[in-house]
């Protein structure tokens, strides 16, 4: 999932400060999911602390509230502003996008507030794995949706 952010900052990085920012979010959830699913170096040999649960179910939460709440309505908004509408291509795509956020919330509500011990934390291992999962459909349909939109404004309306 880091290889990709990386190619999607490569990519749009500069293109427009919402999609800076979108970015920079995507990337804050990498890096706790990775601390989260112990993917930063260290061996799966502990069960994470209830900070470091609490930090990656703040930033999943923080994600997808500014992609529902900020992003999506802001980076539609500019692409409207030049004269497009949506299609049903970016209406699928965004359909996508929300199917994802209530598995996600659902981890949310299930973990912010659980402290783990050796009793659940196999539901906790394969329930990380899934988050991941989930996330990874999500950053490839945003991706896709943020490839729409910059190759319609490459065109002019009505050219």
Known sequence: MLNKLEKAQQQWGGYSDVIDYWLTLRQ??????????????????????EEKLNQFCGALVDYISAGHFKIYDMVMERWKSTGFSSNAEIDTLYARIVETTEPLLNFNDKYSSFVLDEDNFAGFDSDISVVGEIMEMRFEQEDMLIQLIADSLAIPPGA
């Open 28 to 49: 804050e959830l990498l890096v706790e999911y990775s601390k989260m699913a112990g993917l930063s170096g260290g061996s799966k040999t502990c069960l994470p602390t």
